[in-house]
């Protein structure tokens, strides 16, 4: 923790004063290591920044400054702010938080801040908007800003937009990474000034990229609350922390499931609390929650408060009823407005002793807890049709959600199980919490075909030349130059092929 701004901080005498920038209880201003190396990159003037740093490092509030210098620096001349997100959940969550601490600052009104997400364009009335591109704040997922910047037609002019691009690591994965360098490709060469924010990326990879978005790149490995990591195996307790790299300590063996865990958790009150346990399916949320349901009343949990009112009567509806008075709850991607609201409130208030939620809570939302429980670190792959291990950037970002800076007094709490030799092989790797994954290309050319027609398509491209220098502007393209001088040769041919088929096909002229 930093006290103070650097001396080049950027920042206006109309933001010092206003309250962006946190401080402690003497006054003073209070910046995580993270943020202040992003006033010395510039960030408040303008300069692009990619910045990795751990959960719970204050990435948020990089974005929140970056936007606000940039709407001070001219938003009476049409400067603009683009929020990126990776779920709605994470989505509708900045969005409230920006429309609080930003919208004050230059008297936005509701209709000045727009929500994308989904099927939805609203502004903060509620009501639904045709012109998203005019207004000062927009945040949304990226599938859906790609959809509407393609839908458009819209080509350069965002000069006067400053991108901010949360969970940036999400141009790696498997099913979304393709949509989301399309998007990147589009807004790296004229966009005025970009933030990528990413809490798992090795520094090989986040030079690469910071290259590609011609951003400065500023990182640290360093937890403003360190971390405990605990894989409890039948035999003995492997432990490791993020103080240091070092190999694993070994234990005494400790109770070997999640129930069993949270009841030796929950017998020291507020020691833990709250706890997060995280899961890879709805299916395994509902039947944890209820199987804790049947022993929270005799946990000592219940207290009285008002229920919340659900306008609907769903099955989620009378489960969290129940659930609530005892102070533990479900969060999965299926809750409506109502019962997110009912969830996170709690969270935000600090009323929840455990919360049962699929990896969306995971993803960004800012939702710190004392303790984290990984009930599961294999998803089915339904086309191998087994179970494998999930990547372990994936299961860092979960990890991370442990460690609160309103506790610094102590560190957060990871907890997971093996219980089988093979998945301890398997397991051991979440403790060296060191090594990530390497960032994967997601655009090659056996997706050419389907990617060149979504291009055409949506207008984004209209001869094969601009195609073709739209692909080789792309990370992947970078990426692969790397290690193949051919790459620019190989993927002219691959493309001629593709567009001969489409041609073939009658999907273009």
């Known amino acids: 923790m ?26 003073d ?11 010395n990159a510039g960030i408040a003037e303008g300069q692009s920044v990619l910045a990795i740093a751990p959960t719970s490092s204050g990435k948020t509030d990089i974005g929140l400054i970056a936007a606000s210098s940039w709407l001070d620096g001219g938003i009476n001349a049409g400067r603009k702010v683009v929020y990126l997100t990776s779920h709605r959940a994470l989505a509708r969550q900045k969005f409230f938080e920006f429309q609080d601490r930003i919208g004050p600052l230059f008297s936005l009104a509701k209709s000045e801040m727009v929500l994308a997400t989904g099927d939805d364009v609203i502004d903060a009335n509620g009501d ?27 080509r350069g002019g965002t000069d006067k937009i400053c991108c901010i691009a949360d969970e940036l690591q999400l141009i790696s994965d498997s099913n979304r990474g393709q949509q989301v360098e399309v998007l990147m490709t589009l807004l790296r060469e004229g966009t005025g000034q970009i933030v990528g924010l990413s809490a798992v ?8 990229l910071a290259s590609w978005l011609k951003a400065r790149l500023i990182r640290t490995t360093r937890r403003e609350v360190p971390l405990i990591y605990e894989l409890r195996t039948p035999t003995e307790t492997l432990t490791t922390s993020t103080e240091r790299e070092s190999v694993p300590a070994r234990l005494p063996a400790r109770e070997m499931d999640t129930i069993s865990t949270l009841t030796e958790l929950l017998k020291e009150p507020g020691e833990h609390e709250p706890i997060a346990v995280f899961c890879m ?21 219940k207290v009285e408060n008002d229920l919340p009112l659900f306008r609907e009567p769903t099955t989620s509806a009378d489960e969290l009823n129940r659930y609530l008075p005892h102070r533990f709850a479900y969060h999965t991607a299926d809750l409506n407005e109502d019962e997110r609201v009912a969830v996170e409130a709690r969270l935000d208030g600090n009323e929840l002793r455990v919360v049962f939620a699929t990896t969306t809570l995971a993803a960004g939302l800012n939702y710190a807890f004392r303790t984290v429980i990984i009930h599961n670190w294999q998803r089915w792959n339904s086309s191998k049709r087994e179970r494998e291990p999930i990547l372990p950037g994936e299961f860092h970002n ?29 397991a051991t790797r979440y403790l060296s919490w060191w090594e990530l994954e390497n960032l994967r290309a997601r655009i090659h ?65």
Request: glycine residues 6%.
């Open 2 to 27: 930093k006290i103070g701004l650097p001396e080049n901080h950027g920042l206006s005498s109309n933001l010092l004063s206003g309250p962006l920038l946190k401080r402690g209880a003497s006054g």
């Open 398 to 426: 979960m990890a991370g959600r442990a460690g609160r800076l309103s506790h610094v007094d102590r560190p957060g709490r990871v907890i997971f199980f093996a219980s089988t030799p093979s998945h301890l092989r398997m």
């Open 445 to 509: 050319p056996s997706t050419f075909p389907q990617l060149s027609l979504q291009l055409l398509a949506s207008g984004v491209v209209d001869s094969e030349e601009e195609l073709f220098a739209f692909l080789q502007g792309t990370f992947s393209a970078q990426r692969e130059l790397e290690i193949n001088a051919d790459q620019p040769l190989v993927w002219r041919a691959a493309l001629t092929n593709s567009l001969s088929s489409l041609k073939l096909w009658n999907f273009v002229a």
């Open 128 to 154: 639904p908007v045709s012109e998203a591109f005019s207004v000062p704040l927009v945040v949304a997922t990226y599938e859906k800003y790609l959809n509407m910047l393609a839908g458009s037609g819209l």
């Open 201 to 208: 990326m090795e520094e090989k990879d986040a030079l690469l």
């Open 29 to 39: 201003i209070e910046l995580t290591d993270i943020q202040f190396e992003a006033f």
């Open 281 to 301: 399916s709805k299916k395994e949320v509902f039947e944890l929650a209820e199987q804790w349901a049947s022993d929270a009343s005799r946990m000592g949990a």
